[in-house]
């Protein structure tokens, strides 16, 4: 791959985005490699978890304005221009149902589409002094793909103000508007202690339970119902539930 690296160790994939001399910016190529990352990370049942940084002490500067000015151009249509704003949609979607743990460690800072690739992972730190802000309106274009993932991180309210108003803030505050569950100047020890917790859990009911997670927000009552006993029964009576509960009941761990 040309704009991430992709590193594979302990049941663990790290995805590090790798332009650091455009800040990580997202291009047409890095939103094809991040999708068959997703695609390949995600079918790989040896691996347990993802963490996502940037090289170059920087997360993400969001989208590429150069591959902006291509769609803004004669060279494109409206059609073609909505359709290569919809793969980003797409690619957020693939990252934030992946049915693995999901781990953004944010330092430098995290602009626009980078703040929302940051808000569709599982777990988010940053460091104090990293630099956060949705600048997509002051550039006349709206956070359109992005928008769910920050309101589903915020909440509605304080979406509204950091989107509409350009809002700029640090890594303490981002922590302080539930954008990030941990600030610290650690980093590793922060993605060494989830991924302990993680190794703890079993990968077939950690992939249940993401898919329960995000299905909440769009079944009936009587959908999700159905949805978590049927889920809970196949987890149950497959080979690691059946290990889980016997470790358990024989007080020693379980085999993952």
């Known amino acids: 791959m040309n704009t991430l690296e992709i590193i594979r160790a302990s049941g663990w994939a790290?995805?590090?985005?790798?332009?650091?001399?455009?800040?990580?910016?997202m291009n047409d190529a890095m939103i094809d490699e991040l999708m068959a990352a997703f695609a390949e990370i995600g079918a790989d049942a040896s691996i347990r978890g993802v963490t996502m940084r940037g090289h170059g002490g920087f997360f993400c500067a969001g989208g590429d304005l150069n591959s902006f000015q291509v769609y803004q151009s004669d060279q494109k249509t409206l059609a073609e221009t909505a359709a290569f704003n919809?793969?980003?949609?797409?690619?957020?979607?693939?990252?934030?149902?992946?049915?693995?743990p999901t781990v953004v460690l944010v330092e430098g800072a995290a602009i626009a589409g980078g703040l929302g690739l940051m808000c569709c992972a599982d777990v988010i730190a940053t460091t104090p002094d990293a630099k956060f802000s949705l600048t997509e309106t002051m550039i006349g274009i709206p956070p359109a793909q992005i928008?769910?993932?920050?309101?589903?991180r915020v909440g509605l309210s304080t979406a509204r103000r950091i989107m509409l108003t350009?809002?700029?803030?640090?890594?303490?505050?981002?922590?302080?508007?539930?954008?990030?569950?941990?600030v610290t100047d650690d980093l590793d020890a922060i993605d060494a202690q989830v991924r302990?917790?993680?190794?703890?859990?079993?990968?077939?009911?950690?992939?249940?339970?993401?898919a329960l997670i995000l299905g909440s927000a769009t079944l009936s009552r009587d959908e999700a119902l159905d949805r978590a006993a049927d889920s809970?029964?196949?987890c149950l009576r497959s080979d690691e539930g059946r290990e889980g509960v016997a470790s358990f009941l024989e007080k020693r761990k379980p085999n993952w």
């Open 14 to 25: 790290t995805i590090w985005l790798n332009r650091p001399d455009k800040r990580n910016a």
């Open 147 to 152: 928008a769910p993932f920050v309101v589903g």
């Open 196 to 210: 302990k917790g993680v190794m703890k859990c079993a990968p077939g009911a950690n992939a249940a339970t993401k």
């Open 86 to 100: 919809r793969r980003i949609g797409t690619m957020l979607d693939a990252f934030n149902h992946l049915p693995k």
């Open 166 to 182: 350009g809002a700029r803030f640090d890594g303490t505050e981002a922590h302080s508007l539930g954008l990030a569950d941990y």
């Open 232 to 234: 809970f029964a196949q």
